[in-house]
């Protein structure tokens, strides 16, 4: 357990409205990582953060952006979310310690109307 | 492209029977992970292969790495309905232009192990 959490964990919304969903860690953490689970798409990475203020994007970051003013959170924001991001999400770290394994949070269930 | 893919995406076995999923991947990498998820949860971290050659097993279930044939393969031995779950696997790569490091995931297979 790397002591990572999400929130919120269950988030209904209406087209065009903003969702910022939030991932804490609490192990100082260098990377940490925002992925979308979709049935027959597996795990695919939106963006990702290799410090404050650093990030990336992933194979499918349209429609998204991300923040991380501090080691222990990075934010997902959809900035007018819409259908086809009806979707969990993930958030994960990047564990030096133990083979650079990843650890994922518990997800957060979006759905979109 | 880079591409993780795994085989079969769905398998339906019998209790007792061995079965093997097969991750293979495109592009160059020495470290290879591979997921167990059930239902509506997270995923949960199985085996961490770190090298050409690597084997790692855990009850009835064992992992190998043949980074050459860019190849990691899952063996099930004489499955039990508790290893119905999808599992992934991944690798580990590292972005050229930033020197940082991402993660790219199999589509996953699907075990039901059927008593």
């Known amino acids: 357990d790397a002591g990572i959490t999400q929130s919120p964990r269950h988030k209904v919304t209406e087209t065009g409205t903003p969702v910022t969903l939030r991932c804490h860690q609490t192990e100082n953490h260098r990377y940490m990582y925002w992925y979308r689970q979709d049935p027959g798409h597996g795990l695919r990475l939106i963006h990702y953060s290799y410090g404050v203020k650093d990030t990336d994007k992933g194979e499918v970051s349209d429609g998204y952006s991300v923040s991380r003013s501090k080691t222990e959170d990075f934010l997902l924001t959809l900035e007018s979310a819409t259908s086809s991001q009806t979707s969990v999400y993930f958030c994960a770290i990047r564990d030096r310690r133990q083979g650079y394994e990843q650890y994922f949070g518990p997800g957060t269930r979006l759905t979109v109307t | 492209e880079l591409k993780v893919e795994q085989n079969p995406l769905f398998l339906s076995m019998q209790e007792g029977k061995n079965y093997t999923i097969y991750c293979n991947y495109s592009?160059?990498?020495?470290?290879l992970y591979w997921y167990r998820q059930d239902p509506g949860k997270s995923l949960e971290s199985l085996f961490v292969?770190?090298?050409?050659?690597a084997v790692k097993q855990e009850g009835r279930l064992m992992a190998s790495l043949d980074t050459k044939a860019r190849l990691s393969t899952l063996h099930i031995t004489a499955a039990v309905h508790d290893l119905s779950a999808t599992y992934f696997c991944a690798v580990d790569i590292m972005v050229v232009a930033s020197g940082t490091y991402k993660y790219i995931f199999g589509t996953g297979t699907r075990l039901k192990v059927l008593a």
């Open positions: 592009t160059t990498s020495d470290r």
């Open positions: 292969l770190l090298s050409n050659g």
